[in-house]
């Protein structure tokens, strides 16, 4: 069956320990074979699987940003590797899109939707939490083949439960906290009663990160030592001390080199112009 899944493709026993430039090069060969294959079948779900196990440090790298939160580090790389399979699933290999960029945001975006679906404003019963989580589920896998969200009777038989049940589940619903994960901690810190919630630290150059699709040739033209420090930061999430050891450097040399580095390839960035769109005829 694996021979059958890969058709010749050399993916290695162990996909999570390549590295970041092998799991990108194997990433695009193994999203182009995926299409080849048939949805439910084991070759495809062997496919999907190794994609997921080369794009886990992804899912670490978006989990970074929310290290602060209090749920467990382990739930929330649990969420963001169910966005990672939404990515798979979705991603077009035939759009001159980088995978990594266009899996980023819907692994973030998981993890938000994570976070609103468990921070509840009044206490609110465990059995009803769970059903409130189910439902969100449901609704979204529905309006994905619906063309629509779908309605309480549509729920109701999805989930096999009767439309009562789902009219109280929709009720409890109104009890999470909808406060905006974007909201700044001094905001929190103004209202009464509320704890500070620090949601994340931020990251520099994460919208380079996000955006590297745009950089790919930017980078190509860094040399030798500038791409081994950026794929120590970013590919092995070292920090600077670590990357200092790494290559024989202090911490504030690397400091300077890194912030050297990200402002030329912003400013490269911002003199070239927005990348084309890659959709656009």
């Known amino acids: 069956m694996r021979r059958a899944a890969l058709d010749g493709l050399p993916v290695p026993a162990r996909p999570t320990t390549v590295s970041t430039d092998d799991a990108q090069q194997l990433s695009a060969a193994l999203l182009t074979r995926l299409t080849a294959l048939d949805e439910g079948t084991p070759e495809h779900a062997y496919v999907r699987n190794t994609l997921v196990e080369l794009n886990l440090s992804l899912v ?7 290290r602060n939160r209090a749920e467990p580090t382990e739930d929330i790389i649990q969420v963001g590797t169910i966005g990672l399979i939404k990515a798979i699933n979705r991603f077009d290999p035939d759009r ?78 109104h009890g999470y906290a909808t406060r905006s994960l974007d909201t700044p901690a001094g905001d929190d810190e103004e209202t009464s009663g509320a704890a500070p919630r620090h949601l994340a630290t931020a990251e520099p150059a994460y919208e380079l990160i996000e955006s590297l699709a745009a950089l790919r040739l ?57 990348a084309p769109d890659p959709a656009a005829g």
Request: neutral net charge.
């Open 96 to 173: 001159a899109v980088d995978f990594s960029a266009f899996a980023l945001p819907t692994i973030v975006g998981e993890m938000k939707r994570f976070f609103r679906d468990t921070s509840w404003a009044v206490r609110v019963p465990r059995r009803l939490q769970e059903l409130r989580i189910d439902l969100a589920k449901t609704a979204d896998h529905l309006e994905q083949h619906l063309g629509r969200r779908p309605t309480r009777t549509e729920l109701a038989h999805h989930l096999h439960l009767s439309e009562e049940e789902i009219a109280e589940g929709q009720l409890a619903a």
């Open 218 to 274: 930017l980078l190509d033209r860094l040399d030798e030592r500038d791409r081994h420090i950026l794929a120590l930061r970013f590919g092995e999430e070292l920090t600077q001390a670590e990357i200092g050891r790494r290559i024989g450097l202090s911490q504030m040399q690397v400091s300077r080199l890194l912030t050297r580095i990200l402002g030329d390839l912003r400013a490269a960035l911002l003199e070239d112009g927005p």
């Open 60 to 66: 670490k790298f978006a989990a970074r940003r929310f």
